[in-house]
C-alpha cells in the first residue's frame, strides 16, 4: 500500500513538471510573437535591426531584472517558514538541467555562431564554439577557487569540528550528526555543494570570497538577459534562468537550515540575498552596454557574451544539476534513474519545442 502511495506521488509529481513545461512553452510561443512584432517596430532604418536603446526593451530587461531578484530570494528563505516536497526539488532540478543544457545548444551557441558569421562572413574560424570552451574553462576556474577556500577552511580544527555532521548536498549523515559511514564521509570530502562550501568557510573573508565565487557564473547569466536584442529573447532567458536559481536556493536554504536548524532569519536572509543579488547584477551590465554601444560593436558585445553563456550554462547544467542534483534527506519514490531521465528529456523537450517558433 505504501509503496502503491509513492508510485502515486512520483507520477504526481512528474505530472507537475509537465504542467510547468506546457505553461513555460506557452509562455514562451506568446512573447515570441510580440517580441517580433516590437523587433519589427523598432526596426532602425532599413536593416531590420532591432533598437537596444528602445524603451520597451529596457522596460522588460528591468521586470526581468527584479522578477529574477524577487523569486531567488523568495526560495531562499521560504525553508525558512514552509516545507518543500523534496521529490519535487529532485525532479524540478533535473528538469531545470534539461531546459539550461536545451537552451545553451540550440538558443544561445545558435544565436552567437548566426552572429559570428554575419561579421565575419570570410572566416570559417568556430569563434562561438571557441568562445564557449572558455566560459565552461573560466567557470570550472571559479569552482576551483571555491574548492580552494573549502580546502583552505577544512585546515581549521573548528571547521573541522562542525563538517563532521556529513552532510552531502544538504543530506545529514546521521540522526545524531556523526556519521559512521566511511562512504558517506567520503563524499561528504568530495562535496561541492553550495551548502557543504558555505559550512566549511572558516572565517567571514572565506565565506565572502566564497559567495563572490559562487555568485560567478550568475553574473554571466544575468547578462544574457541584459544582452538580449528583443523582449521575448530577454523573457525566454528569464525563465530559463530562474528555473536554476530559484530550485538552487531553496536547495540552499533547507541544507542551510539542516546543518544549523537554529539559524537566525537574518544569516538565511543574507546568504539568500547575495545569491539573488548575482544576477539581476549581471541584468544591469547587460543593460548598460546595449545603452553604450550599436552596430557592430554590440552585435560583437552579443556574440561573445552568448558564447561565453553558453559554456556557463553547459558547465552549470552538467556539473551541478545534472550530475549532483538535489539530494533528499530521505529516499523519495522520484528519486529513480528513469525518472531523473524523463525529468531531462521534459526540459529538454520544451526547449526543442520553444525553438519552432524562434526560428
Same mark, same amino acid.
Given at each position: ?79 525558512? /517558514? ?11 532540478? #533535473? ?20 552572429? /559570428?558569421?554575419?561579421?565575419? $562572413?570570410?572566416?570559417?574560424?568556430? /569563434? ?28 581549521? $580544527? ?57 555568485? =560567478? ?57 547575495? =545569491? ?17 554601444? #550599436? ?33 533528499? #534527506? ?30
Amino acid at each position: 500500500m505504501a509503496g502503491g502511495r509513492a508510485a502515486a506521488g512520483a507520477r504526481l509529481h512528474l505530472l507537475l513538471l509537465w504542467l510547468c513545461a506546457a505553461a513555460t512553452t506557452a509562455w514562451a510561443h506568446g512573447g515570441g510573437g510580440g517580441g517580433d512584432s516590437d523587433a519589427d517596430t523598432d526596426a532602425d532604418g532599413g536593416e531590420g535591426k532591432p533598437d537596444l536603446r528602445a524603451r520597451g526593451l529596457v522596460a522588460a530587461k528591468l521586470w526581468c531584472l527584479a522578477v529574477v531578484f524577487a523569486g531567488t530570494l523568495a526560495g531562499g528563505v521560504s525553508p525558512y /517558514f514552509m516545507r518543500w516536497n523534496e521529490a519535487f526539488l529532485v525532479l524540478g532540478t #533535473q528538469f531545470a538541467g534539461g531546459v539550461f543544457l536545451g537552451t545553451a545548444m540550440m538558443h544561445f551557441l545558435s544565436d552567437a555562431n548566426e552572429t /559570428f558569421g554575419d561579421l565575419v $562572413p570570410d572566416s570559417s574560424y568556430p /569563434f562561438a564554439f571557441m568562445l564557449a570552451c572558455a566560459g565552461y574553462v573560466l567557470t570550472m576556474l571559479a569552482d576551483c577557487a571555491i574548492s580552494f577556500v573549502v580546502a583552505r577552511g577544512r585546515t581549521d $580544527p573548528a571547521a573541522a569540528a562542525v563538517s563532521s555532521g556529513g552532510l552531502e548536498e544538504g543530506k545529514l549523515g546521521s540522526t545524531n550528526g556523526n556519521s559512521s559511514d566511511p562512504s558517506a564521509a567520503d563524499a561528504a570530502r568530495h562535496d561541492h555543494s553550495v551548502a557543504s562550501m558555505l559550512r566549511n568557510a572558516s572565517t567571514v573573508g572565506d565565506s565572502v570570497l566564497l559567495i563572490a565565487a559562487l555568485c =560567478f557564473h550568475s553574473v554571466f547569466e544575468g547578462i544574457a538577459i541584459g544582452v538580449a536584442e528583443t523582449k521575448a529573447d530577454a523573457w525566454k532567458a528569464l525563465w530559463t534562468i530562474s528555473l536554476h536559481k530559484i530550485f538552487a536556493a531553496i536547495a540552499m536554504g533547507i541544507a542551510l537550515l539542516r546543518m544549523l536548524p537554529n539559524r537566525p532569519f537574518l544569516s538565511c536572509f543574507g546568504y539568500a540575498f547575495a =545569491f539573488a543579488i548575482s544576477s539581476p547584477v549581471g541584468v544591469g551590465i547587460g543593460i548598460v552596454i546595449d545603452a553604450t554601444t #550599436q552596430g557592430r560593436v554590440a552585435d560583437w558585445i552579443f556574440a561573445i557574451s552568448m558564447s561565453l553563456a553558453t559554456g556557463i550554462f553547459i558547465y552549470v547544467s552538467i556539473n551541478h544539476l545534472l550530475s549532483k542534483g538535489y539530494k533528499p #534527506q530521505r529516499p523519495v519514490a522520484a528519486d529513480t534513474p528513469v525518472g531523473r531521465l524523463l525529468a531531462v528529456i521534459l526540459g529538454v523537450g520544451v526547449i526543442a519545442v520553444v525553438m519552432i517558433w524562434d526560428t
